[in-house]
């Protein structure tokens, strides 16, 4: 008689929406999400609408403005410190609302402030809020829906920075001119966080421990983990050790967020107002082109990241990503040895308020104001482009001798007079590949960075493993930002573009073989794939011994 074949390995049924929660969440969770996103944006690119009015109005020198603007660098540096052990022992639900709390507290402060120090405290204050709330919007959303909704829903707090943003443009120019305005634009922070905690209070707190577990599948004979056996625990040293791949985990984390700086992005998004203005756009157009027509770009691409990374999945969309930055990145240092281009406005250290016109060259924005260049993406860390420029010291030959930090407002870059065609060709080059490196970042690294990181850490230790991670991403933008001009200075313009571009191709080789697809698995899926991988190597490509007991779905892409 023959013998039946083995049955097939059954499936477990499907994951409901939102782990075991009611329908409404989908929206609520979107409008956690998305409302999240839209507070960190507008408060970190608000200051780039404040900041003229407020050296005015206090007589700011240009290092007391730098020292404003990087408060709230230093508040969200400060929070990826000691956030993860919030996250991880009060929950996710209650370190968002505590974040809005002390949001509030921070705008109260910049709205009513009197003196530098608080405004100082108030950005310290918001700083520290929308870091901390960055994290645990993004594992809270994660855990709390489904595999098909989890990326989607993620990457909605991507595109709502990028809508604050250019919300804050808006309401910048608005009130460019109203009396106090700056203390308008300040207090406007408060209506999305405070919609937000309205958002959260008709949500559950979290999962239940056990919830994400419930999907396991059992392969060749092997048993689900059963909800009263418990789940390991984690220490933090743990994330540095082999147990359960953890040290995986932790390069698979640090190797996105380190290539999501090191690729330079903020850096060569500092010279999108002097492209422009190369092309023909002049004066405070320039400006307005490089903030409005790139905050356009960034969340229709964005958008289109959002739509496709429960589609093409994680790795296509960050492979695809890094290969267009490296293309474009490249292109825009060719051009640069061929064209040259400004290395940049200065600022004079001395208090602008003193002067007609607060900005290099001697442009007449004050009396027209227009919209402020585009702040640099985080990772989703955004601060207004060019407000960190530095003051440089030039010998007689022309090369940077010494390079101080200093904030500007604006910049007017010299561009020689009657460009041959050639040049104007190559100049719109120059902006095309700006374009599409700003697309690229926002489709790749831009979302799928923080939605991987969400993913791919166990519950017990996650909040603590996203804030170590995110504390490389500040410490990491924060270098990338100091040694621009020290690079220029060194190897030239052109040579720090095209060494961008070799980063990006590096980044191609880390994502290929170090980052697994997570896409349409459950967070208990991706937690046993990790154990199962001794090596992080070549992940996702080839399977491991015989006595592995669990494994990822595989989700065809038709599906």
């Known amino acids: 008689m023959r013998a039946r074949p083995p049955a097939p390995p059954a499936r477990a049924p499907a994951e409901p929406l939102a782990m075991g929660c009611p329908p409404p969440v989908l929206p609520l969770c979107a409008s956690v999400s998305l409302l999240g996103g839209l507070t960190f944006g507008y408060e970190l690119a608000v200051i780039s609408g404040a900041l003229l009015p407020l050296q005015l109005d206090f007589g700011l020198s240009c290092s007391q403005q730098e020292f404003l603007v990087g408060s709230l660098l230093l508040g969200g540096l400060l929070a990826s410190f000691g956030g993860g052990f919030l996250i991880d022992h009060y929950g ?18 910049l709205g009513l402030a009197g003196s530098l120090s608080w405004l100082v405290l108030g950005r310290l204050a918001v700083g520290f809020a929308i870091s901390l709330s960055s994290m ?16 989607v829903l993620v990457s909605l707090y991507e595109v709502g920075i990028t809508v604050g943003i250019l919300l804050s443009y808006a309401l910048n120019y608005a009130l460019a001119n109203a009396p106090w305005g700056w203390r308008h634009m300040f207090g406007w922070a408060a209506a999305p966080a405070l919609l937000q905690s309205l958002s959260l209070l008709f949500l559950p707190a979290g999962v239940e421990e056990t919830a994400v577990y419930k999907d396991l599948i059992p392969l060749q004979g092997g048993e689900a983990t059963k909800p009263g056996l418990g789940r390991p625990r984690y220490t933090f040293l743990d994330l540095f050790r082999a147990r359960d791949n953890m040290r995986g985990r932790t390069t698979v984390g640090l190797g996105l967020v380190l290539f999501q700086q090191l690729t330079g992005q903020p850096n060569v998004l500092c010279y999108a107002s002097t492209i422009f203005h190369s092309v023909g756009f002049r004066g405070g157009s320039s400006s307005v082109l490089a903030s409005v027509g790139l905050g ?28 267009l930055m490296a293309l474009a990145v490249s292109g825009i240092g060719l051009v640069s040895f061929v064209v040259p281009m400004a290395s940049g406005p200065s600022c004079l250290a001395m208090p602008n308020a003193t002067q007609k016109t607060g900005f290099p060259g001697g442009s007449g924005l004050l009396k027209e104001p227009s919209l402020p260049p585009m702040p640099r993406t985080r990772g989703d860390q955004w601060e207004p482009i060019l407000s960190t420029a530095k003051k440089t010291k030039f010998h007689p030959g022309g090369r940077a001798a010494t390079t101080t930090p200093l904030p500007v407002l604006g910049t007017v870059s010299p561009v020689s007079p009657d460009p041959t065609p050639e040049h104007i060709l190559l100049r719109w080059t120059a902006l095309i590949c700006l374009m599409a490196f700003v697309s690229a970042f926002s489709f790749g690294f831009g979302p799928v960075t923080w939605l991987v990181l969400s993913e791919i850490y166990p519950g017990e230790v996650h909040g603590r493993a996203f804030a170590f991670c995110n504390s490389f991403n500040w410490a990491t933008n924060l270098f990338i930002s100091l040694s621009f001009l020290h690079l220029i200075g060194a190897i030239g313009l052109s040579w720090v573009f095209l060494l961008y571009g070799l980063t990006a191709v590096l980044s191609i080789g880390f994502i290929y073989f170090f980052v697994p697809e997570t896409k349409g698995q459950s967070l208990a899926e991706i937690d046993k794939q990790f154990q199962n991988s001794r090596f992080t190597l070549s992940f996702g490509h080839r399977q491991s011994s015989a006595g592995i007991q669990y494994s990822r779905i595989k989700v065809s892409s038709a599906s």
């Open 136 to 151: 645990a919007c993004c594992i809270y959303v994660s855990e709390l829906v489904g595999p098909r909704q989890r990326g």
């Open 92 to 109: 996710r639900k209650r370190t968002i609302l505590g974040s809005n709390l002390v949001l509030l507290a921070g705008s109260l402060s």
């Open 296 to 323: 356009v770009v960034k969340v229709a691409a964005t958008l289109t990241a959002m739509g496709l990374v429960d589609r093409a999945g994680r790795r296509v969309l960050l492979l695809a990503g890094c290969t």
